[in-house]
């Protein structure tokens, strides 16, 4: 839904980042709603490097980032320095997915009110309640509304 939120069939580049090896979904949600996917490189050891991201950021202007937090399927969580400055020069949203919160135990939660372009996504489906397939979606209410 934020992808579609973001779409334009009348703009060609409007493009949703993340990073890879990542979860799959954001690039095929990208090419669902036929905005295109820049996949940034991971480091050698699934940290975020933060040069090419900044790099990645400042050439594509996306409308949307996505940060699996923990990744998945890495399991680790960025460092909370890389993620902050990733906010802060994000020119859209920035999503944090929190899917995996339950096991990390690590949250941006608490944190919404110091970034505007901040959401935070999470699900109870691994929590052992998959078949609810239930999430919900914090951040500013510009954004959400």
Known sequence: ?????????????????SFDPGFVMYNIIADFVGI??????????????????????EQHKPAIIF??????????????????????????????????????????MERLSEFDNLLVMRTVSKMGLAGLRLGLLCGHPDIIN
């Open 67 to 108: 940060i699996a937090y923990p990744n998945n399927p890495s399991a680790n969580c960025y460092s909370e320095n890389d993620i902050e400055e990733i906010i802060s020069i994000a020119p859209g949203m920035l999503v944090l997915d929190e899917a995996y919160h339950p096991f990390a135990q690590a949250t941006f």
């Open 36 to 57: 295109n996917y820049v996949g940034v490189p991971l480091n050698e050891d699934f940290s975020l490097d933060i040069e090419v991201t900044r790099t990645a950021i």
């Open 1 to 17: 839904m934020l992808a579609m939120a973001v779409a334009d069939p009348e703009k060609a580049d409007i493009c949703l980042l």
